[in-house]
Each structure stands twice: as C-alpha cells, then as structure tokens.
C-alpha cells in the first residue's frame, strides 16, 4: 500500500473490500479527509476535516457477490459526493507517468 497525503480524490478499492460485512451481516461506515485552506495561517498547509457516513446496511436479498458489489458501489457514491460536496484544497498534484 502506498500512502498519498493531501490526496482528494477517492482511491480505488474492489468489492472484495465487503466480504466481511456482506457475510456476517453488518454495517459499514465510510469516511473521508477533506482539505480546506486555512483562512488566518494560510503558510500552513491546509486544514483537514473529517466526514463520517451513517451506518451502510448490506442488503440481504441479493446474493454475496452482487451485494458487495451493491454495497461498494454505494459507500464510493456516498464518498464521491461528500468531496464534490464539501470541496477539498489540492496541496500536492499526483501525476500518472507510465514506466518507460
């Protein structure tokens, strides 16, 4: 795993991320870090904050694997839309460079 700081975008993660939840019937939380620029000490870098979702319920009368599917697709949503929602500061840009 690599660690991304200031990233604001969501990061890729299958569905295979459900199992878990998906097997034993239980909640999932999402969460996301939103970046806003300070407003006094604008020298430092931007502020982070924090969103926490309401519980996601896996839904029982689908089968394992079209639920995790379901259920993975909903807590992306949800974080896709908390960002565009509350905005974030881009501090550092992450560029793609294919290997030569």
Not at 38 to 58: A, Q, Y
Request: hydrophobic content about 35%.
């Amino acid at each position: 795993a690599h660690i991304w700081p200031y990233y604001n975008k969501v990061r890729p993660f299958p569905a295979t991320s459900f199992r878990y939840p998906v097997k034993l019937n239980s909640p999932v939380f999402a969460m996301v870090t939103v970046y806003k620029e300070r407003k006094i000490f604008k020298f430092l870098p931007p502020r982070p904050v924090i969103h926490v979702s309401e519980p996601f319920h896996p839904r029982t009368d689908l089968a394992c694997q079209e639920a995790k599917l379901e259920l993975r697709n909903r807590v992306h949503a949800w974080m896709e839309e908390k960002i565009a929602e509350a905005g974030s500061v881009e501090y550092i840009r992450y560029e793609y460079r294919p290997k030569e």
